[in-house]
Every structure is written in C-alpha cells, then in structure tokens.
C-alpha cells in the first residue's frame, strides 16, 4: 500500500506488473508471431536446479530397474500415457545432472521445445526404428482417448469425469503446425510438481530476469544460427567436390549424432531448406570450434558402461562435487587473490610498453577506460529503466527526452565500439564464475545438506565474508577488477592503433578493413578466451590435472608473436630484467623456461585452494 500510495503512476509494483506484461507481449509477437497454437497459457522461463538428473521411462522396464540401482528415486507415476496402457515413472537423483555441453559459435537455445516428448522417452538410441514404430502407435492412441475423453465431457457427470485420476497429474501438450495438426506429444509438469520435484527457483527477481536474458538469448539464436549455416552451407558448396575428405556429416545418425539432436528445430529446418536433407556437412576442424562438444566425462567411457548401477551413480557424482572443488579452487585464485590482479595489470603494462605506447598514454586511457565502462554500463540501465517508465506512462515525453538523450550518450562513449564488438573478455571466463549457484552437487549430498542445516542462521553471513561468496561487496569488486584489467589493456592498445595520422586518414571500406585488423591484433595479444580448447584439455584443467590451460597454451601464441614483430623490444625487455630484477611478465609462462611440472596439481593442494577463507586471509585474520 505504501508503495502505491506514493506515486500511482510510477511505483515497484507497477513496474513489476508491467515487466511481466510487456515480456508477454513482446515475446508473442517477436517469438511466436502472434501465433496462439504455440503459446502455452501461464508459462515462464524456469529455473530449476542444474544437478538434478531426469529420467522418464516405464515404470516396469529394464531402464527403471537400472536407475533405481543407481540412486535414483521414483518422485511420481505419471499418467497412463505410455505405450499399451503402460504408466511412466519421473526419476530424480543428484548426480552431476548430463554432461556438460560446451557452446561456441552455434547456439543450442531453442525457441520451442519444453518438456519431454514420447519419442524422447521411447527412442534412446539415434537408430530407434522399433522405438519410433512404437511411438506412431502411442500417438494415434492418445489421440483416440483424447476424442473420448471430449465426448465424455458432453456426456458424462463432473464426479465420473474424476475418476481414476492420477495423483500427480501430468498433461500431454500436443505440438501442432500452422494447420492445428498435432504431429508429436509433450510430457510437461505443473507448477506444483516443478517446485516440489526439481526446487524451481520462484524468486520474482531472479525469474523475470531469467525471462528477459531467455527472450534475449532465442532473438540472437536466429541470427547466429543463421549465419553459422548458412556460412557452413556455403564452404561445403564451394570446396566439398575439391575436397571431400575434409568433412564431415552431422545428422541423426553416426559420430556426430549428439550435435544434431541438440540443434534447435529451427536450425534443422533451416539445414534441410539448403541442402534437402536433414544432414550439413562441416570441415572436420570446425566441428567443435564452430557447433560445440559435448563435454568428456567417466560416464562416457566404455568400462564405466559395465560397472554395477550402484557404482555408475556414486562415480557420476564424485566426479561432479571434484570438478566443483577444482573450479571454486580456481575462482579462490583468480578472483579472490589480489596478487593475480597485481601482477595481471603489470603484465599488462609491461605489453603495452614493449608496443611503444608511453606511460603517460597507459595511464590516461586505462582513467578513460574505466569511467568509460562505468557510464556505458550505468546507462544502458537508465535506459532499460525509462523504458520500463515509458510503458508504465507512455504519454510521458520527459521519459522519450531522456531515452533519446542516452541512447545519444551511449553513442559517443568511447569504449562502445570494443564492447559491442565482443571484446570486453577476460580471464575470469576460463572460470566460468556464472555456474556457481546455490544448488551445488554437494550441498545436495548427505553431509552437505547436513552442514547446512547445522549452521546457525546468524553465522550466515559471518562466513559470506570470510569466504567472500558470489553475493559478497569484496568478491564483485574484486571480480570487477579482474574483468577490467584486460579490457584496459586491449582500449588502451586501440587507442593507440585508432588515434594515429594513418588509420584517421582512411574512409570508407578500408577504414573498416583497418579496424577489424586492429579489433583481431588487440584480442590476440592478451589470450583470446572465446574460443574453446580442446575437449581432452578442457576435461583435465576441469580436473585439476593442470588448470588454467587456456591461459598457458595461449600465451605461446602471444610470446612467439610479439618475439617475430619486435624481437628488439623483447630482447631489451629481456635484458633489463635480467639485470634490474624479475616483474610480472606474459613471457614467465613461457614453455621453455618456466615450470612445467609445477603446473601439475595434486588432490591435496586443490582441496586446500579450495576451502582456505580468502576474505579473512585478505583482512589479515589467517
């Protein structure tokens, strides 16, 4: 009441009314195009805990029996929506959840597919012909109990309409063309069963974020899809008869099997328009560059196939509890350890220098470049925020002044052109910060949810601080940092390249060829991040085997790069070192000279990178 009795026309609660709202509206017509068979009534973008496995399968199969044994547990029988009458059981259990899939270029977002489908239930093999035969079946008797159960709606008395009703009531969503033809079945749950079985996250806050960034993320799906296909299409067009040899095919069937039932329908489509089949071929070395892999794991090796049940499941989340102590262990360090960033800014400035960019230039634009960051960020929240205004009170034209105002602002930022051409990349997204959430594989285990539950309440936030958590002011600053120190760097270098005579002389297409030039110096010299390593690699530094992989073999690149263009630079750099004392430099990971074998970590250092209290070290209480 407080709220609303303060501004009727602009309050939280309106705003919030209005978010959902407008999302709705928009979302309709930019998603589904105004297309009402393909908008499901009441549905938002869910979030749900990520290391929760599912599995449905009939209740009195193999499958079920095997999952049982391997700790998962039957939450619910479904409907009896199975083949010959046969009911479906909702397994759960904390195991890691499927492994990890590794996005590049391509993006796997859907724009449609929730749920489950039958065919997903009954055919679990890329060459299921039995299974598909059986799920033809399944769909026509759906579709005979689905018309008896309209006519008994004419027919019958609401009381026989309930009975032999399911406890748990799981509705089949038919999926239906433009024509209103149904031509495959969804197993969706309800709200209930979503909170109660898979701990939906139902924070207002956190869901119409979600919301928002998921609207985002099917928009730009589209258009980079798009590009990635037909870019793809049009290399095996030109050079697949010269060559053939050279690719490969991604369809339903063969090696590349899991890569095509993760492409989003749309892309299928978009592949069969081009080619005339549901298949694309790709050079064998774009693969994972360019479409993704899916992450190795013990799960998928051959002998951990022919382990007992109750062994596969115990291994499945040992290995996902390690990697998270692996990777929070390198957060501890990367983030939470001032002298990385220390010694990241003087490497960085060390770079800078050799590239005969002057002190005063490197202090200047790093200045620049920080109140820069700062103003573009805090204006694209100002305008997100009078947007929402403006729906909330469109006829408001001090609004409309003030957007057009920051678009204007935002415009004439000078950091703007590197931020919207993707560089704004740093370290810390070899860490990949953004898996850490509540619902860890280990709080979900025996002995986590017992700590939990044995912390005090007002403890809590004594040990936020001490850990310095995600939610902490220490660690966002912290993180802050870190992210801007490359970027720093890679303005400054752009500065330096964009403001001399040669590059302000250039008009038209080579001025554009000259940037993109200098947009792919700058990304290379400070280790480009975005493009993923090798998948044997990826699964040791996930490991712990060596981490921070990325960074050390990347560095070569840079190293031997800056030894063939300034060879003197380097050499005098080298020099002055050697004799004045050892800085922080890109060329101590160098192969032949540094450590190698102290790359290599063991269990018990990992552990204790892991649990050492980094807020308290860093205020001097350990």
Same mark, same amino acid.
């Given at each position: ?28 017509? !930019? ?22 496995? &599912? ?41 890691? +959840? ?19 489908? =039958? ?41 026989? =309409? ?50 928002? +960034?998921?609207?985002?993320? @099917? ?49 299928? #489509? ?59 262990? +390198? ?57 929402? @205004? ?19 602002? =935002? ?19 070899? &860490? ?47 993180? @802050? ?53 090798? @998948? ?28 063939? #263009? ?52 860093? !205020?001097?209480?350990?």
């Amino acid at each position: 009441k407080q709220e609303l009795a303060g501004n009727p026309m602009e309050n939280g609660v309106k705003a919030l009314l209005t978010l959902a709202s407008s999302h709705k509206k928009y979302s309709a017509t !930019v998603l589904f195009r105004d297309e009402d068979y393909n908008i499901i009534k009441g549905f938002a973008n869910e979030i749900l805990d990520p290391n929760l496995d &599912i599995q449905i399968v009939p209740i009195r199969s193999q499958e079920a029996k095997d999952f049982k044994a391997m700790g998962y547990t039957l939450a619910f029988e479904m409907d009896s929506i199975g083949i010959e009458g046969e009911r479906l059981g909702f397994y759960t259990a904390y195991t890691g +959840a499927a492994t990890t899939f590794q996005r590049t270029t391509f993006s796997t977002t859907s724009e449609q597919s929730k749920g489950t489908t =039958l065919t997903q239930v009954y055919v679990k093999d890329t060459n299921g012909i039995v299974g598909r035969k059986m799920v033809r079946n399944a769909q026509n008797k759906i579709y005979r109990e689905a018309m008896q159960q309209m006519n008994k709606q004419f027919t019958s008395e609401i009381g026989d =309409l309930r009975k032999n009703r399911s406890k748990e009531k799981s509705p089949l969503i038919p999926l239906v063309n433009s024509q209103g033809e149904a031509y495959e079945y969804r197993v969706i749950l309800s709200h209930a069963q979503k909170e109660k079985h898979l701990n939906q996250d139902k924070r207002v806050d956190e869901v119409l974020g979600s919301m928002y +960034a998921s609207m985002s993320d @099917k928009l730009e799906t589209r258009k980079i899809n798009y590009r990635v296909i037909t870019d793809l299409y049009d290399d095996y067009s030109r050079n697949f008869e010269d060559e053939p040899e050279a690719f490969v095919r991604i369809g339903q069937n063969g090696r590349y099997g899991d890569l095509w039932a993760v492409m989003p329908e749309q892309s299928k #489509q978009l592949v069969k328009e081009l080619t005339g089949k549901r298949e694309l071929y790709v050079r064998a070395e774009l693969v994972d560059l360019v479409m993704g892999y899916r992450k190795l794991s013990i799960k998928d090796s051959e002998r951990f196939q022919k382990l007992p049940p109750l062994v596969k499941g115990v291994l499945g989340v040992t290995e996902k509890i390690w990697q998270e102590i692996v990777a929070y262990g +390198a957060v501890q360090i990367v983030i939470k350890t001032p002298k990385v960033l220390i010694d990241n800014v003087i490497s960085n400035t060390i770079m800078l220098l050799r590239d005969n960019v002057s002190p005063k230039m490197i202090l200047d634009k790093h200045l620049e470049g920080i109140a820069g960051l700062n103003d573009y960020y805090s204006t694209v929240q100002e305008i997100h925020d009078l947007n929402i @205004k403006l729906q909330q009170n469109p006829k408001n034209g001090a609004n409309q002044s003030q957007i057009a105002k920051a678009h204007e602002r =935002l415009r004439l930022n000078p950091v703007r052109p590197l931020i919207e051409a993707g560089i704004f990349q740093s370290i810390t997204e070899e &860490i990949n910060v953004s898996k850490f959430t509540d619902n860890s594989a280990f709080n979900n285990t025996r002995i986590g949810k017992a700590a939990v539950k044995l912390t005090p309440t007002f403890m809590i936030p004594v040990l936020k601080q001490a850990f310095m958590t995600k939610d902490t002011w220490l660690f966002n600053t912290m993180m @802050k940092a870190t992210q801007y120190s490359d970027f720093l760097a890679r303005y400054t270098k752009y500065s330096f390249l964009t403001e001399t005579s040669e590059f302000q002389a250039l008009e038209g297409p080579a001025r554009e060829a000259a940037l993109q030039e200098i947009f792919a110096d700058i990304v290379e010299d400070y280790v480009n991040y975005d493009v993923p390593q090798n @998948k044997k690699m990826q699964y040791v530094n996930d490991m712990g085997g060596m981490r921070f992989t990325k960074y050390f073999l990347r560095t070569q690149r840079v190293i031997t790069k800056k030894w063939q #263009q300034q060879p003197v630079n380097m050499a005098i750099s080298w020099g002055l070192q050697s004799t004045f004392g050892d800085v922080p430099d890109i060329t101590d990971s160098f192969i032949f000279t540094s450590d190698i074998m102290g790359k290599v970590n063991g269990p018990v250092g990992l552990v204790g990178d892991a649990i050492i209290p980094k807020g308290a070290e860093l !205020v001097g209480l350990i």
